[in-house]
């Protein structure tokens, strides 16, 4: 079969040729991006006199007709189109005419289609990951609400450190999220411009109006270089990198389920419906959506790697070492979207064990620090003198089978013998947690503050489903 750009060649492709050059098999997944930007395109040409508007009813009609042949399954895709566009417009000439179907790439280039269709993908996605992240913001904060009195050990090096509450843990994924929020719609911002126009990588000497394509495909605006316009792939790599961030926050929150799902912790039971079985094991009740989402974090990692390495030393303009963009960004796409929807239902289930969460807190010495404190503001001790002093009681109550908590005044003052009774109370667990009211702070004060920080962060973001 001839192709459409087989005009100053003599010889046909080679099979090898056709195979190793081909996309169609996965930019197939772009045909609503390049039917929506042929429609758009198509219109412009006729206002601008490019086309008549009898072409251009033809043409709008046969884009219709071949979305619904895509969607219902009776479209023939082939590499013998090499890629979605081509297809497309050879179809297209084959249901209202060449004369007709061959005038719609009137002013436009493959490049500056692939720059459009695959933008228009990124910009998608981008928004569709937003609403993600805002999903599981809401269950996090919801859950952070109901556990503000339920207290747990605060970690550093994965030892015990200080008393924290279940809701100020979870908050401190909430900001993360919020973050990794802000960065999709600032990338969005950023990159909601339209290429189309550019053509090869010059313009065109055609009267096109590239604003109006840009309005009809829902662009803030246009690219201001031709150039650049075909041969950007930051749009991408930004969607990569904040894809890559996400899965690093939510790698680090399923690290933490799965420690605390395990034996040794118990704070927390994951639904059966979240859950597998061993096939040898009939016992075992495994983490593996959390487990996934930890593993999927390397593939998302090497999917930016993968399209930062290809574009590193590319010369202007386009290449086709680009047609290595999409297949990254698709996995990655695909399995940022389908993580956070599994994550946040999981997240909804999970069983809090309140009971172990607290017997955890009476090890490890938690309430250290405010009898450090206590010699500072109380007993006029150097920092760094109190400091021993506390270390010294922590080593007294090791040797005596206790947490520090428990020690009672006699013990305490024969390490420190200016230590009064006030301190037995600052050694509570909650009068520990309650004593940080500095913003960011675990307390009860410091923690509605962080809350009512998240539900106005989501009720000005929240977008109508």
């Not at 909430?174 to 126009?197: A, E, T, V």
Request: negative net charge.
């Amino acid at each position: 079969m001839q192709k459409m750009w087989q005009g100053r060649f003599n010889e046909a492709s080679s099979e090898l040729l056709e195979a190793f050059n081909a996309s169609i098999e996965f930019d197939k997944e772009l045909y609503i991006q390049d039917i929506n930007g042929s429609k758009a395109h198509a219109k412009m040409l006729a206002k601008c006199n490019i086309i008549d508007d009898e072409t251009a009813k033809k043409i709008l009609n046969g884009l219709e007709q071949i979305k619904s042949e895509i969607e219902n399954g009776e479209f023939k895709f082939s590499i013998a189109d090499e890629d979605i566009h081509m297809a497309i417009e050879k179809r297209l000439s084959q249901i209202i005419g060449a004369e007709f179907g061959g005038k719609l790439h009137t002013a436009r280039s493959r490049n500056d289609q692939v720059a459009l269709d695959f933008r228009l993908f990124a910009l998608g996605a981008n928004m569709e990951i937003a609403k993600l992240i805002l999903d599981l913001i809401k269950t996090l904060s919801q859950i952070a609400k109901e556990h503000k009195s339920t207290l747990m050990p605060g970690f550093t090096h994965l030892q015990h450190a200080q008393p924290v509450s279940l809701s100020y843990h979870l908050l401190a994924y909430g900001f993360m999220l919020i973050r990794d929020y802000d960065r999709l719609m600032s990338s969005y911002k950023r990159n909601n411009l339209s290429p189309l126009g550019s053509c090869a990588m010059a313009g065109t000497p055609h009267p096109i109006d590239r604003e109006m394509v840009a309005k009809e495909l829902g662009f803030s605006g246009i690219t201001p270089n031709a150039m650049d316009s075909v041969s950007d792939r930051d749009f991408a790599l930004e969607l990569l990198f904040n894809i890559s961030v996400i899965f690093t926050h939510t790698s680090r929150m399923c690290e933490e389920l799965i420690l605390w799902s395990s034996s040794e912790f118990g704070y927390i039971t994951i639904s059966d419906r979240f859950s597998t079985g061993s096939s040898i094991m009939p016992q075992k009740k495994n983490p593996d959506v959390a487990e996934l989402i930890r593993g999927k974090t390397g593939r998302a990692y090497g999917n930016l790697i993968s399209l930062l390495t290809t574009m590193k030393s590319l010369p202007l303009a386009y290449n086709k070492d680009m047609q290595e963009d999409k297949e990254p960004l698709f996995d990655s796409v695909k399995n940022a979207k389908n993580s956070l929807i599994i994550l946040n239902e999981m997240i909804k289930e999970i069983k809090f064990n309140k009971e172990n969460m607290l017997k955890a807190c009476k090890t490890g010495h938690l309430s250290a620090t405010d009898l450090a404190d206590y010699l500072v503001k109380q007993k006029q001790i150097p920092f760094r003198q109190a400091h021993f002093i506390t270390g010294k009681c922590v080593a007294l109550a090791e040797s005596l089978g206790k947490d520090l908590s428990e020690l009672n005044l006699k013990e305490l003052q024969s390490i420190e013998p200016s230590i009064d009774s006030d301190a037995l109370g600052l050694l509570m667990l909650e009068s520990s947690k309650e004593a940080r009211k500095s913003i960011g702070g675990t307390s009860d004060y410091s923690v509605d503050i962080q809350l009512e920080l998240i539900d106005k962060f989501i009720k000005s973001n929240d977008i109508e489903r």
